[in-house]
């Protein structure tokens, strides 16, 4: 089981509080994470969902999260990870989950594109639901 160095995880109530609670280069590479996802998501709503931090837009886009040895990026989506797989062979990933290190980081250029892939599928889904109750 993978732990969080988060001590109380149901005290932290915002994404800032979250990051306080990290050891110094995780918050940081969890900060540039963070800011990159605001850029190729400006409308999305920021939220702590599962005691992570979390992106919404027509329902949740992403999660990050820190843990002992790694951090996570929580694409939630094995399409988008099926579709950017030659990208993303340097890093592990499973079940719609990218791992990376502090001193090994996503490229800001590809967290944009899986961001921006998770709007179009969340889009996608949110006009289907929109169609099938006019039915």
């Known amino acids: 089981m993978q732990q969080y160095f988060v001590m109380d995880k149901n005290k932290c109530k915002t994404v800032d509080e979250y990051m306080m609670c990290l050891p110094v280069e995780f918050s940081i590479a969890l900060e540039k994470l963070r800011h990159t996802i605001k850029q190729a998501a400006p409308n999305a709503e920021e939220v702590i969902s599962y005691q992570i931090p979390a992106f919404k837009q027509n329902g949740v886009l992403v999660y990050y999260a820190a843990f002992t040895k790694h951090c996570s990026f929580f694409v939630a989506s094995n399409a988008v990870l ?53 039915k």
């Open 82 to 134: 099926e579709k950017y797989a030659n990208e993303l062979a340097p890093y592990q990933t499973s079940k719609g989950t990218i791992q990376f290190t502090p001193n090994k980081p996503l490229p800001t250029a590809l967290i944009k594109k899986l961001v921006k892939e998770r709007i179009k599928e969340n889009e996608a889904k949110a006009k289907a639901r929109l169609e099938k109750k006019r």
